[in-house]
């Protein structure tokens, strides 16, 4: 036989009560029942933890020094249950999240992560910029819940949903020919004799692919003059005159001298970020975070 929660509960009714009876009726159970659970606590103890007689009940000096204890290990318990049942909710905890270098200038972004801190104070919200296949690789082996991302083909065990439209645009110097001709957008294969200024294959991001995309389906293949693995390294290359850029609408927000953002008007042009998560992830957290932004991205439109 071993000491439980039950014996230290009715216990410490008894020592606030000094009274069996009044301990009994407080606990919902008859006085006899009550004495005998009090009995078996102080044979599993081996000491005497109230003094009884006819007319009163008092604690020993065991009783005393048992009573502080048994107080603070009722309250860890319940704090315990407090912390699984906030956990469970979604109150507590830490979310990691990823995002490639654009999402921070897409103005639902800091939106959402304002709202997410304020909403839910306790929860340790981590925050890392990942490329695409960094991101993949993270939200498989567990060490990642959320993935902000561009779109493209993801394995099966992961799940996206379209955030918010992102698309392409030409980043020109500002005196650039196709930059200075009054019109709403250009056509990819007038991009054909330019020197491009892309990411490095290595970043991995999905921005690469598509731009090779485009080129194939407008009938060239793109002449690489400088690769960088930053977006506002790339626009300022593009300033230096070491050719054109295709980066993401966003990328208007980064204010370079001498920089134009082009539209191309072309349909594979279009680009949208998702929120990525694993299929089998039922995390609150992730669902919160999840509704916090497509809040945002709805407020933005």
């Avoid at 507590?92 to 800091?110: D, H, K, W, Y």
């Avoid at 208007?252 to 042009?269: L, Q």
Wanted: some cysteine.
């Amino acid at each position: 036989m071993s000491v439980e929660l039950r014996h230290l509960r009715y216990f410490i009714a008894v020592a606030d009560e000094l009274h069996f009876s009044r301990a009994a009726e407080r606990l919902g159970m008859s006085q006899p029942p009550l004495s005998q659970q009090i009995r078996d606590l102080e044979s599993m103890l081996g000491v005497r933890l109230l003094r009884r007689t006819n007319r009163r009940v008092e604690l020993t000096d065991a009783g005393r020094a048992y009573l502080d204890a048994a107080r603070d290990i009722i309250a860890r318990v319940d704090d315990a249950g407090d912390v699984a049942r906030r956990a469970e909710r979604g109150e507590i905890g830490e979310l990691q999240v990823a995002f490639t270098r654009s999402t921070p200038l897409i103005e639902s972004f800091p939106r959402a992560i304002r709202a997410f801190r304020e909403a839910y104070p306790a929860v340790r919200l981590v925050l890392v910029e990942r490329n695409t296949l960094q991101q993949i690789e993270s939200l498989l082996d567990g060490s990642q819940q959320v993935g902000l991302l561009r779109g493209g083909h993801l394995p099966a065990p992961l799940v996206s949903q379209t955030l918010v439209s992102d698309p392409l645009v030409a980043v020109l110097r500002a005196d650039h020919p196709l930059a200075t001709r009054k019109r709403k957008g250009l056509r990819m294969e007038e991009l054909a004799d330019e020197h491009f200024v892309v990411f490095s294959r290595g970043a991995g991001t999905g921005v690469y692919d598509q731009l090779l995309t485009m080129c194939r389906n407008a009938g060239f293949m793109p002449r690489i003059a400088q690769e960088a693995g930053e977006s506002s390294t790339m626009v300022s290359l593009v300033a230096a005159g070491l050719g054109v850029a295709v980066l993401p609408e966003s990328m208007r927000h980064v204010h370079i001298k001498g920089i134009a953002y082009v539209a191309i008007d072309s349909p594979d042009s279009a680009s949208q970020l998702h929120l990525v998560h694993r299929r089998d992830d039922t995390s609150p957290l992730v669902k919160a975070f999840a509704k916090l932004m497509f809040d945002a991205a709805d407020t933005s439109r």
